[in-house]
């Protein structure tokens, strides 16, 4: 026994520096701040629990790492459920990377034993791979199936193909001859409600028609959609991203990730897409992603016990989610990077890129647009710009910072409305409200009644003399003739100037609508809404500076290049500049949404007009508040996200953020063996703390290790059903001797088990800096304070936060998710001190109990039937 | 004795959920997988109707612009094949078709078809299950359960509540193992896990407000 112990302490002392050289030299630098001091001689010692630890207080980080991940072969019959997480609760990167490190080294040393241990490891080494591969094709597939049914819903607003009724229109049309060129896409399969229900094509009757069943159809989908999502998961309402990125850096959110959200988001993501929302799929495929990332990890014991290595899945994900929602691999995977992944070693980007790549070639050969493309907008033009433009791009730029702050600030505010008054209990109505206003305004005006993703490509697209829309209607002279690629600047005609009208007329509603759309109870994308305003914008900058060129082609800045007869200008490039600032303006990206859209478009000349741009929006927006949507909705929200880009510039000490305060009550603490099961079971009442250091004794206060609440009610549960003799009185024991006790008291129970002995400490001097840090980079969930070995405290991620809070002295705090939870969960024991029945996670409560709970939660059908 | 069933139940369901989980990625996977195999039937099958050669033709002179719409395989899609008849004549053919931009396009009317269908019966299903859920469901307990359970169930949980009772037919099912009493179980758990959802989202507005 004691050799075999030995044994693997040796393996654990290797495994541990694996574990450091794995991440980051930086991480290695920065986490200096813990002293990681390996003293061997101690570890018996330390093992044995003997008081002589104390002395050397330092130890606690470097030797009893050792013999934590020890503990789980002192376990002969793991407790089920021990390890795990409770909802809304945060994972310990570092325990859960030593849970893989260690699970990696038994299936190695067993490896040899037999062919079938060799499979099973081959299968091990495998399933990463696998799993990414999976998720690919699955959200590849899905997305296919949201952009076909999304094209078909869209157009069943207008009409209907009599002659297959699966097809949109332009699938209606596809083959018919009959198509003119000044009325492109009408043919005579394609009716419109009008010409069904009254019989005629044109006039003010067909037109009211048509009007009436375009609302119609609006809030018929508008409806389904938001109940659907009310009555089978209601996880599945907006974009998600937040969401994802708080999940990516260590929360749970349990049943986000699960297979009923999948389906009812990508099923009302269809309708909403179709009702004709300022919405965009973008936003949620990265969400439908990362639920086949999680749904595939289950099939894997490698991801599905290991909530670290689930998170590496989960980013792979989300690349695969841009990499279909634009067609943009590479996109995707600095998507992933840049924006939501936490912890994104390089196994990561590896599997981000494949999973991106096999995502991209499934929905390639699905062919949802009938163009051979992974996109709709794809640019064909190469014309060359010219150096004065970077200032009307710059400019561009400066419009997409200012839309930008305008937003966040204009939508937060929205939404702590709806979160924090009366107005948020009626999600159903607010979503039909919206859809109605949307519908009523928007079809009257052909640019906003266009599908958001039409109009952006209409707006992307240079005027050759094949184009046929008002926006290029230009004044031609007849009797140029030219090669098609090459027409010069022409003035423009009424068609164009009536366009500009119409253009701004659209900016105004789009901006408008698109504050109040995104955060409604729908799945709702804000990509392509924010992309659509800044096309808008740029298009009208883009003929402005035309026309300017056109009729002063002498100014010393157009002379140059823009002489008579030139092709100098071209909107479409302003429209992809334009586009992208606003994007980057609201998201505060930069590599990734530059990345995204020339791949989005094939512009590839064009990635400096689009740096220029979208640095120019990041700067100007960071002026008037450093954080994007996703981070403003994650403060909104309160979620437990520590950002990683933020600088912690404070000089406050561990001492002055630890818990518990000068005038609270001291800390709650175990002694490691004279304490009983009564006395525990009252602390875990009478408390509501997540954890509880373990010490030496009353008297010593020497820290031990750290005990979770949710590992400790198990164990205890656990014990009590199938051991013998455990009874309330029974002592329990984290040591690994046990007390010698009087002979008729009853059995000790032993938790070494549960206990982890490597808690991060600090001393109570360490700078807040410092702290912050390792929470960061190593992704604590609690560290320990403690002086000269004596636990004096515990700083939490939930006490950093606060912390971070305080100092940014912010508007009023709102209550998270934690704070509500505590009161949703009862004690796991009852008023008789017997543990109720427990499922999964799902704790039942008598129905009596529950009374109360069931009279507040808004009436399903009431608010449903309107 | 009451824990003892608690457990055992607590360990059938982990089976169960764990069962229903696999079934549900094999399905996912084999949605997946047929679609790629459909492209692949659609490829080889290619349909007739399934590829085009569009040529676009601005005015020219006195010719106003006109779209050719042509079935013709992606080596002849040009200009001299598919436009028509052609409106100008010998020299004059040129200047025209160098205007004229042609596009090979294909599609896969299979996929497309497949696709609204699979999409619209499983929306078909889940409103039928919704109606059934919000709407009938409740009448039927109320019959079931004569007049004494009515008025304790109008009494806790509202009348149409219709993810009420879960803790009724968990006691049933455990007394009475068979597969049906395991979907019904699996499936008021579902139930109840939603409730807590609907009231964390929509109630207290704790996540994604």
């Not at chain 2, 369901?13 to 079934?23: I, K, P, Q, Y």
Request: net charge neutral; aromatic share 10%; proline share 5%.
């Amino acid at each position: 026994m004691e050799s075999e112990q030995l044994f693997h302490r040796g393996y654990y002392r290797n495994s541990y520096n694996s574990i450091t050289s794995a991440s980051s030299d930086e991480e290695l630098l920065d986490g200096a701040g813990v002293i990681m001091d390996f003293q061997t001689s101690e570890d018996d010692n330390l093992l044995d629990g003997d008081a002589s630890v104390g002395t050397h207080y330092t130890m606690t980080n470097g030797g009893s790492i050792n013999s934590s991940t020890h503990l789980l072969d002192l376990l002969d019959e793991p407790i089920p459920g021990v390890g795990t997480y409770d909802d809304f609760h945060t994972i310990d990167w570092v325990r859960e990377k030593c849970k893989d490190r260690e699970r990696h080294r038994r299936i190695n040393s067993k490896k040899k034993e037999s062919a079938w241990e060799m499979t099973k490891s081959l299968y091990d080494a495998w399933s990463g791979w696998l799993v990414v591969t999976l998720t690919g094709l699955a959200s590849g597939a899905l997305a296919g199936l949201i952009d076909i049914a999304a094209d078909w819903m869209t157009d069943l607003k207008e009409g209907i193909c009599l002659s297959a009724l699966w097809y949109n229109h332009e699938q209606c049309c596809w083959g018919s001859n009959e198509t003119t060129f000044e009325e492109r896409d009408k043919c005579p399969q394609w009716k419109t409600w009008a010409e069904l229900i009254i019989g005629q094509a044109e006039g003010p009757g067909s037109y009211i028609m048509n009007y009436i069943m375009y609302i119609f159809w609006a809030l018929s989908f508008a409806f389904l959609a938001v109940s659907l999502v009310k009555v089978f998961a209601p996880y599945a309402c907006g974009s998600g991203i937040p969401e994802i990125k708080t999940i990516l850096s260590g929360f749970i959110i349990r049943g986000y990730l699960g297979k009923w959200t999948l389906m009812i988001k990508t099923i009302t993501l269809v309708l909403a897409v179709a009702s004709g929302l300022s919405l965009g799929k973008e936003g949620p495929l990265v969400h439908v992603a990362c639920c086949c990332g999680n749904i595939f990890s289950y099939l894997f014991p490698k991801y599905s016990t290991n909530e670290a290595k689930k998170r590496e899945v989960l980013s792979a994900a989300s690349a695969a989610g841009v990499s279909v929602a634009f067609g943009a691999p590479i996109g995707g995977v600095l998507f992933s990077l840049e924006e939501v992944s936490y912890y994104f070693p390089l196994k990561t980007l590896w599997r981000s890129f494949f999973a991106a790549l096999v995502a991209a070639f499934v929905l390639r050969s699905i062919n949802p647009f009938g163009n051979s493309r992974l996109v709709l907008f794809y640019v064909e033009y190469h014309t060359p710009w010219y150096l004065f433009e970077l200032f009307p791009f710059i400019l561009l730029g400066v419009f997409g910072g200012l839309w930008g702050a305008f937003f966040i600030r204009a939508n937060i505010a929205w939404c702590r409305r709806r979160k924090s008054t009366k107005f948020g209990k009626y999600p159903v109505l607010e979503v039909i409200i919206v859809a109605a206003i949307t519908a009523v305004i928007a079809f009257p005006n052909p640019y906003t009644r266009l599908n958001t993703s039409e109009l952006i490509k209409e707006l992307f697209t240079d005027c050759g003399p094949l184009e046929s829309s008002s926006l290029c209607d230009y004044r031609n002279d007849m009797n140029a003739s030219k090669i098609v690629d090459d027409i010069p600047d022409r003035p423009a005609g009424i068609g164009v100037y009536s366009a500009i009208w119409q253009l701004c007329l659209a900016l105004i509603f789009k901006i408008i609508m698109t504050v109040f759309t995104f955060g409604i109870k729908v799945p709702s994308g804000l990509f392509i809404p924010s992309m659509a305003i800044g096309a808008i914008a740029g298009r009208i900058v883009g003929i402005a500076v035309e026309q300017l060129a056109y009729y002063h082609h002498d100014w010393f800045i157009f002379k140059e290049w823009c002489g008579v007869g030139t092709d100098c200008i071209t909107p479409g490039l302003y429209a992809m500049v334009g586009a992208a600032a606003c994007l980057g303006g609201v998201t505060r990206m930069t590599v990734s949404l530059v990345v995204i859209v020339f791949e989005l478009t094939g512009g590839l000349e064009y990635i400096v007009p689009l740096m220029a741009a979208v640095m120019t929006s990041k700067w100007v927006g960071d002026a008037f508040g450093r954080e994007g949507i996703y981070e403003a909705h994650i403060r909104l929200n309160g979620y437990p996200f520590l950002d990683a880009k933020e600088e912690f510039t404070h000089t406050t000490l561990a001492a002055d953020v630890m818990r518990p305060r000068r005038s609270d009550p001291p800390l709650a603490v175990l002694t490691q063996d004279n304490m009983t099961v009564d006395d525990i079971e009252n602390m875990i009442n009478e408390t509501s703390y997540n954890g509880f250091p373990v010490i030496m004794s009353k008297e010593s206060q020497r820290l031990v290790g750290f005990a979770l609440r949710r590992d400790l009610t198990i164990a205890i549960e656990s014990a009590r059903k199938k051991q013998e003799g455990i009874v309330g009185s029974s002592r329990v024991c984290f040591a690994q001797h046990t007390p010698s006790l009087p002979a008729e008291s009853p059995r000790p129970l032993k938790l070494r088990s549960i206990l982890d002995m490597s808690p991060f400490t600090v001393t109570d001097h360490t700078p807040m800096e410092i702290v912050v840090d390792i929470f960061r980079k190593l992704g604590l969930r609690q560290c320990l304070v403690t002086h000269n070995g004596i636990v004096l405290g515990i700083i939490t991620k939930k006490n950093i936060l606060e912390h971070l809070e305080q100092l940014k002295q912010h508007i009023e705090p709102l209550a998270p998710p934690w704070y509500y939870n505590k009161k949703r969960y009862p004690p796991s024991y009852g008023p008789d001190g017997k543990p109720r029945p427990r499922f999964n996670n799902v704790q039942l409560n008598p129905i009596a109990e529950e009374r109360e709970q069931m009279e507040e939660e808004v009436h399903l059908l009431n608010s449903t039937v309107l | 004795m009451a824990a003892a069933a608690a457990a055992a139940g607590a360990a059938g369901t982990t089976a169960w959920s764990g069962l229903l989980r696999l079934c549900f990625v094999f399905g996912l996977s084999f949605l997946s997988l047929t679609g790629l195999l459909l492209v692949q039937l659609a490829d080889s099958a290619k349909n007739f109707e399934d590829v085009r050669c569009k040529c676009i033709c601005p005015p020219y002179k006195e010719h106003s612009g006109y779209i050719y719409n042509k079935n013709i395989s992606q080596k002849d899609c040009d200009c001299l094949h598919v436009v028509e008849p052609m409106p100008v004549l010998g020299p004059d053919v040129e200047a025209y078709c160098l205007r004229c931009e042609c596009k090979y396009e294909e599609r896969s009317s299979v996929t497309i078809k497949v696709t609204i269908i699979i999409y619209l019966s499983i929306l078909g299903l889940l409103l039928l299950y919704m109606v059934y859920l919000t709407l009938i469901e409740p009448i039927l307990k109320r019959r079931l359960f004569g007049h004494s359970q009515l008025i304790q169930s109008d009494d806790d949980v509202g009348d149409h509540q219709p993810f009420a009772n879960a803790h009724d037919v968990l006691a049933r099912s455990r007394s009475r193992a068979n597969v049906l009493n395991k979907v019904e179980y699996a499936q008021q758990r579902w139930k109840l896990q939603v409730q807590e959802q609907r009231k964390s989202v929509f109630d207290r507005h704790v996540v994604l407000s």
